[in-house]
């Protein structure tokens, strides 16, 4: 029975069990833990084939497998799986030169718009809080924003991280470039919490833990959070330096206050015109005060005089004359109504720097069993030299300088392969957000270095990326499979094929929108309205939320633990939890929701109507328009045939019979799927 409390103790005195202690010289010979090198270009036969240093990698794989890439793509499926790269929404227009698209949609406000719902994923975007209290995170827009806006000027991915994580810190030149800064910290705030934990001490340190799994995960490839409670059972990460990491968030405030519902701290970020306007309100509500108090002055003066006393009544207003109530009430009125409507001062979800602070171990990650030392902050022994950070800041600038450094092994990694995935459907580490010991190894170890080792040296631009990925050989190959690679290589780990992939719950929205002619590309800004800090839903409560606008599917609120129907059909990915590879799932609601869903009827009405406005037209003709415009292709003599036999037969109804054909046709797998 004693055998517990020696344990304890044990633990106690020295913050760690021997039992648990790691190697961390042994961990450090991981692969990923490795310094990142530029590998040579390997020998390829068919030396014709690539198009760039990427396909070298490729092809010299397939070669060693006794295995050909596939043709290449035809351009009009090259021309769309480009579009929905890039942009998320379906070509139009005749075929273009392939690098000159490239740099012209990139440079469209909607490649930001596309890229950054990928980011969204990765750092647990959402509108709402979820968990026990759902409030809504009414601000969280502006990071959204913020980060469209650093896709489309292809802001560095070094500098991308560190303002997210330590924008607070950095030096600002204007008031703009602070504004930015300040919101770029919601990164670390966005996650779920349990805003009515009683324990005060546990609701912080659940914060903190959230903050570093999402900071391991999105940024490192590390289950850092699995650290919290013991030494990490796979990875050389012992519980001191999860402790170490804590110290840093413990030393950042998070929360305005921890009082049941509890509340999370925005950022300033008023604008000087903003800012004086509210001055302008204020001085104006004091302006009508002192008249106000200027106005009674002179009542009671008067009523001293009219009762000839020199002391006024306990209640002097009632007293006053009629004539002096009603100007007193119409004061006020017009006080209450100037103090009923203040300009906004405009703020944003994020952290700033709190008390310096450094934390014990403890035990089984319990506050109320702390060790007896102190972990001094700093960053995981295995990637680091494990020196203790120094001065009263809270050592998020230096962790973030840390992770965006060249010399760490693992950021540049584990963010090219986020991009291949994107293009891919698989990255070349299948498990994106885990480059551990239980993580999958890479697929072409050589081509994940030499990526990484391009993108530093490419100033971690991530439309140079794109790029360089869209124009290899690799990525414009067709998804036909010969015999022999469906027997040797059946799941495309060697890339002998592009894969075929469905669009995405984003994009099967959007393009639908705009196909029927009804998206709004307005870009930035909010389309739902609600109080900050207050509740959308729980279990007790309706969720009033609405999704019927034309904006883009990115604009459109998430929120935890209700997300929208048509988001949890098509695979959109849990917005409590980092995500860098969404599931890719075939249910029979989706085929449902194509049939039913008052959007599709929406959109493809719209389309029937469209069709139907040139009267001059034939059916034949106008089944070539739609067939142009839903599959960027002309039918087949027989396909016009079949469509115009359907038209004649379906309904009495022209527009009817129009609006299903449009319907079956963005129902088919050639308008779903990407070739």
Same mark, same amino acid.
């Given at each position: 029975m004693k055998l517990p409390l020696i344990i304890t103790a044990a633990f106690l005195a020295g913050g760690l069990w021997a039992a648990e202690k790691i190697d961390l010289a042994k961990g450090r010979e991981h692969w990923a833990f490795q310094p990142v090198t530029r590998p040579a270009?390997?020998?390829?036969?068919?030396? $014709?084939?690539?198009?760039?240093?990427? &396909?070298?990698?490729?092809?010299?794989?397939?070669?060693?497998?006794?295995?050909?890439? #596939?043709?290449?793509?035809?351009? =009009?499926?090259?021309? =769309? =799986?480009?579009?929905? $790269? !890039?942009?998320?929404?379906? +070509?139009?227009?005749? /075929?273009?030169?392939?690098?000159? !698209? /490239?740099?012209?949609?990139l440079a469209t406000p909607q490649y930001g718009e596309r890229w950054a719902r990928h980011w969204l994923d990765v750092v647990r975007y959402a509108d709402s809080n979820g968990l026990d209290e759902n409030a809504a995170h009414a601000n969280a827009w502006r990071y959204r924003d913020y980060v469209v806006a650093a896709f489309n000027a292809d802001k560095p991915y070094d500098q991308f991280l560190i303002e997210q994580i330590a924008g607070d810190r950095m030096t600002a030149e204007d008031e703009a470039r602070r504004r930015e800064l300040f919101i770029a910290t919601g990164y670390l705030s966005l996650g779920p919490k349990v805003l009515a934990e009683p324990d005060k001490v546990k609701m912080e340190m659940d914060i903190i833990d959230e903050q570093i799994d999402t900071l391991g995960k999105s940024l490192l490839g590390l289950t850092l959070g699995c650290a919290r409670c013991h030494d990490h059972k796979f990875d050389p990460i012992p519980t001191a330096d999860y402790y170490a990491l804590a110290g840093i968030f413990k030393s950042t405030k998070t929360m305005e206050s921890l009082k049941t519902i509890a509340k999370w701290h925005e950022n300033p970020v008023a604008t000087p015109a903003e800012k004086q306007l509210r001055a302008k309100h204020d001085a104006l509500v004091a302006a009508q005060k002192k008249v106000i108090s200027a106005f009674t002055d002179k009542a009671n003066a008067q009523l001293l005089v009219s009762l000839k006393v020199e002391k006024l009544p306990a209640k002097p207003e009632e007293k006053y004359p009629k004539p002096t109530k &009603?100007?007193?009430?119409?004061? %006020?009125?017009?006080?209450?109504?100037?103090?009923?409507? +203040?300009?906004?001062?405009?703020?944003?979800?994020?952290?700033?720097?709190?008390? @310096?602070?450094?934390?014990?171990?403890?035990?089984?990650? &319990?506050?109320?069993?702390p060790a007896k030392d102190k972990q001094q902050r700093r960053f995981p022994q295995v990637l680091s030299n494990g020196k203790p950070l120094t001065g009263d800041a809270s050592g998020r600038l230096a962790l973030a300088k840390w992770i965006a450094d060249k010399k760490n092994p693992l950021t540049a990694r584990v963010m090219v392969n986020r991009v291949w995935r994107w293009h891919f459907g698989r990255g070349l580490v299948a498990t994106t957000d885990n480059f551990g010991f239980q993580g999958e190894p890479p697929s072409h170890p050589e081509l994940l270095d030499w990526l990484a080792w391009w993108f530093m040296d490419n100033g971690w631009s991530i439309k140079k990326l794109n790029t360089l990925i869209l124009t290899s050989a690799t990525y414009q190959m067709? @998804?036909?499979?010969?015999?022999?690679?469906?027997?040797?290589?059946?799941?495309?780990?060697?890339?002998? =094929?592009?894969?075929?992939?469905?669009?995405?719950?984003?994009? !099967?929205?959007?393009?639908?929108?705009?196909?029927?002619g009804l998206l709004d590309k307005k870009v930035g800004g909010y389309v739902w309205t609600f109080e900050n800090y207050k509740l959308v839903f729980n279990h007790t409560s309706e969720d009033a939320t609405t999704y019927e606008s034309n904006r883009r599917a990115l604009y459109l609120p998430v929120i935890r633990n209700h997300v929208y129907d048509l988001f949890e059909l098509f695979d959109f990915p849990d917005?409590?939890?980092?995500?860098?590879? %969404? #599931? &890719?799932? @075939? /249910?029979?609601?989706?085929? !449902? *929701?194509?049939?039913?869903? +008052?959007?599709?009827? %929406?959109?493809?009405?719209?389309? $029937?109507?469209?069709?139907?406005?040139?009267?001059?037209?034939?059916?034949?003709?106008?089944?070539?328009?739609?067939? $142009?415009? /839903? *599959?960027? %292709?002309a039918p087949t003599a027989k396909e016009t045939e079949r469509a115009v036999a359907f038209i004649n037969n379906f309904a009495q109804d022209r527009e009817a019979s129009w609006q299903a054909l449009a319907q079956a046709l963005v129902a088919s797998n050639e308008f779903l799927y990407l070739k």
């Open positions: 270009l390997p020998a390829v036969k068919a030396k $014709a084939w690539p198009e760039n240093g990427l &396909d070298h990698f490729i092809l010299a794989r397939l070669e060693k497998a006794g295995l050909q890439p #596939a043709p290449a793509a035809s351009a =009009r499926d090259l021309q =769309r =799986r480009i579009h929905y $790269a !890039l942009t998320g929404l379906p +070509p139009s227009g005749k /075929i273009e030169n392939t690098e000159s !698209l /490239i740099t012209k949609l &009603d100007e007193l009430t119409k004061l %006020r009125a017009a006080l209450k109504q100037i103090e009923a409507n +203040p300009p906004l001062l405009p703020s944003a979800m994020g952290v700033m720097d709190g008390n @310096t602070t450094e934390l014990p171990v403890f035990m089984r990650g &319990d506050h109320n069993t067709s @998804t036909t499979a010969s015999p022999a690679a469906l027997k040797a290589d059946p799941n495309n780990v060697l890339l002998s =094929r592009a894969p075929l992939r469905r669009l995405e719950a984003e994009p !099967l929205r959007d393009s639908l929108l705009e196909l029927a917005p409590g939890t980092v995500n860098g590879s %969404r #599931a &890719d799932s @075939t /249910i029979a609601p989706q085929a !449902l *929701y194509l049939m039913n869903s +008052p959007l599709v009827l %929406r959109a493809t009405e719209a389309m $029937a109507k469209d069709l139907l406005k040139e009267k001059k037209l034939t059916n034949a003709q106008r089944a070539e328009q739609l067939y $142009a415009k /839903i *599959y960027h %292709r």
